[in-house]
């Protein structure tokens, strides 16, 4: 997401490197193409200008302080408007209540459904009972596809009765969370291909049923501009407490969300960026504007992997490779626990430093190597005997030639995997000594 935006932004404010101090002319001449790189984005008109106006103010004058460059300067004002522009602080969802009570909205193609059934898997995987409820009385297709993410989530589902309007089964569901004591209750509203009357009315006349102290868009990224005035009017027609921003993978330049927060003054709660259900982020306002400026997310790295590594299995690990007794199995459980954490292309954007920062293309092809090198080492290890894992340095060519026949690959593949697995060895090894050395240092320094 944001690729073409960050590339450029990256690109113009690289440019300002070796000036001894802001001045008009050579912030004036950056900013004019971090305008142009926001109108490309997609960037609404006036959000654009406003932005653009607000980071020239706070450069103009300003002394460069100690080491700090122009280029450091200006990026972090950069930075920190763009953090403003997309929200400034992180927003939650308002989980208070008997039951706490959501109700998505949108157009048609939003992905209000498939945002239900990430939510609903996110708080139940955080302890909470929650109830999905289809509300979508005119397109039987949503009313089933709920089902089928309920049932993938293992929570449960109230369906529309024959004959039931949308305020009644509004009133229906209300009463029955109640009643049975759930902790959340997700109302997944009809949409229509435009915000219309009738839309506006079942909505107002089901959120009187309902009084959901949440009321969310979940708006398109990919849209574009029309993303803006889709916001403008549910806000008018219905008012909304936050948004979901879905399909930022599938938008390049990003614009939408850099605009509809400035234009409705409406929070962004959480991103999607991806079929998956764990394809849904809570948005971080700065953390989203580091990530632009190519500066990485590591918090948002390390808070991910807190969620899938098995900690337990990780201090083991740690213990094994202090004794340089790692083996195949061990390797095995790391490729696992890196597919956990998402597709590569995502860790990379999470990742600080020039190296990471490709082209979209470029950043494409190296997470597709790194996946298809990952699935490839997968089926070698699974491939191996018990006994063969734990041994990797006795499987012979014999060995190596049964394990390549056994998964598809050839015998290159198999020495490519066994050699890779050595060179951790060996890191692991001058790892040891090094710390071997700073230790004898301490100890020498604090005679």
């Given at each position: 997401m944001f690729d073409n935006l960050s590339n450029a932004l990256q690109k113009t404010l690289k440019n300002l490197r070796g000036f001894g101090k802001l001045n008009e002319k050579n912030v004036k001449d950056a900013l004019r193409e971090v305008r142009m790189a926001l109108l490309e984005a997609d960037v609404n008109y006036k959000v654009a200008r406003?932005?653009?106006?607000?980071?020239?103010?706070?450069?103009?004058?300003?002394?460069?302080?100690?080491?700090?460059?122009p280029g450091?300067?200006?990026?972090?004002?950069?930075?920190?408007?763009?953090?403003?522009?997309?929200?400034?602080?992180?927003?939650?969802?308002?989980?208070?209540?008997?039951?706490?009570?959501v109700m998505l909205m949108g157009i048609h193609g939003s992905g209000k459904t498939t945002s239900a059934g990430k939510l609903a898997y996110r708080w139940k995987k955080g302890g909470r009972r929650v109830l999905l409820v289809a509300c979508d009385i005119r397109r039987p297709a949503a009313v089933e596809q709920l089902t089928i993410l309920a049932g993938q989530v293992g929570c449960d589902i109230l369906r529309p009765e024959p004959g039931e309007s949308v305020p009644q089964l509004g009133r229906r569901a209300a009463a029955a969370a109640r009643a049975s004591g759930y902790d959340v209750v997700?109302?997944?509203?009809?949409?229509?291909?435009?915000?219309?009357?009738?839309?506006?009315?079942?909505?107002?006349?089901?959120?009187?049923e309902t009084r959901p102290r949440n009321t969310v868009l979940v708006l398109d990224a990919a849209i574009g501009q029309e993303s803006v005035h889709v916001a403008e009017a549910f806000r008018e027609a219905v008012g909304l407490t936050g948004m979901i921003l879905t399909k930022l993978d599938g938008d390049a330049r990003g614009g939408?969300?850099?605009?509809?927060?400035?234009?409705?003054?409406?929070?962004?709660?959480?991103?999607?960026?991806?079929?998956?259900?764990e394809d849904l982020e809570p948005f971080h306002p700065d953390r989203m504007a580091s990530r632009i400026l190519g500066m990485g997310d590591v918090v948002s790295f390390v808070e991910k992997a807190q969620?899938?590594?098995?900690?337990?299995a990780a201090l083991k690990l740690q213990e094994k490779l202090a004794k340089n007794q790692l083996d195949l199995e061990d390797f095995l459980g790391?490729?696992?626990?890196?597919?956990?954490?998402?597709?590569?292309?995502?860790?990379?954007?999470?990742?600080?430093?020039?190296?990471?920062?490709?082209?979209p293309k470029q950043k494409e092809a190296v997470a597709s190597a790194s996946e298809l090198e990952m699935r490839k080492f997968e089926s070698i290890i699974q491939s191996m005997t018990p006994w063969e894992r734990r041994n990797p340095k006795q499987i012979d060519r014999p060995r190596r030639l049964r394990i390549a026949a056994g998964c598809g690959r050839n015998l290159a593949d198999v020495n490519q995997l066994l050699k890779?697995?050595?060179?951790?060895?060996?890191?692991?090894?001058?790892?040891?000594?090094?710390?071997?050395?700073?230790?004898h240092m301490?100890?020498?320094?604090t005679k």
């Open positions: 406003d932005f653009v106006q607000r980071v020239q103010e706070a450069c103009l004058g300003e002394e460069v302080l100690g080491s700090v460059t450091q300067q200006m990026v972090k004002r950069v930075h920190d408007e763009l953090a403003a522009l997309l929200g400034g602080a992180h927003a939650e969802f308002d989980l208070t209540g008997s039951p706490a009570s997700v109302y997944d509203t009809g949409g229509r291909f435009q915000v219309d009357d009738e839309l506006v009315g079942e909505l107002k006349a089901f959120g009187a939408a969300a850099l605009s509809v927060h400035a234009v409705t003054g409406c929070p962004i709660l959480m991103a999607g960026s991806g079929e998956k259900l969620d899938v590594v098995d900690q337990e790391q490729i696992q626990q890196m597919k956990k954490l998402g597709p590569m292309g995502k860790l990379f954007d999470m990742m600080p430093g020039e190296a990471l920062k490709l082209d890779r697995f050595e060179q951790m060895g060996k890191m692991s090894k001058q790892f040891k000594k090094l710390e071997k050395r700073l230790r301490r100890k020498f320094t």
